[in-house]
């Protein structure tokens, strides 16, 4: 990929916030026949399996699989979006809906910020300990991309791993 033209590069790139743009208008649609918490999980495993794609993408990936991988993690970000934000905003009173939003839109901010730093704090750690090992620039490059791409896929899974530990705990304790 790092042959590509900066117009090519762009594309690529584009190809997450595409999917995302895509999804919302539809999972504003299904939220209104569905559970947004099976929404929520259908959106975390669709944006997962787009990261996990890349994290083990072989090292000579192909642009259209990348730019697919990219573009169904953006569908599956744009419907876990759209649900987090039903779930919020239902959890409160009418009239605090405001404030549910804005509780819904801060959360997500201080994420994408906080995850955004942790992996590129995660990404330079890998690189630096490939290149430590005695690997080549662009191998120990590669290294710390995969890794934070195979970390990044496991995050969407966070919350479907701790929702189903929490409702088993219920059940054990009979709740």
Partial sequence: AAQLSVPAAGLLLAAQ?????????IAGRLAARLSPRLLLQAGSLIAAAGLAWIGFAGRQAQIAPL???MFANGLG??????AYFDIVTAALPRADR??????????????????????????QSLDA??????????????????GVFRI???????????????????RVRGC
């Fill in 17 to 25: 916030p595409a999917g995302a743009m895509i999804a919302a208008p």
């Fill in 67 to 69: 730019a697919l991988s």
């Fill in 77 to 82: 970000v744009g419907l876990f979006q759209v």
């Fill in 98 to 123: 405001g404030v549910a939003g804005s509780l819904a839109m801060a959360t997500r901010t201080i994420g994408v910020v906080a995850g955004a730093t942790l992996l590129m704090l995660t990404f």
């Fill in 129 to 146: 300990a490939a290149a430590s090992a005695g690997a080549a620039p662009e191998d120990a490059f590669l290294a710390g991309i995969r």
């Fill in 152 to 170: 990044a896929a496991a995050v969407p899974l966070l919350p479907l791993l701790l929702g189903g530990a929490l409702s088993l705990s219920r």
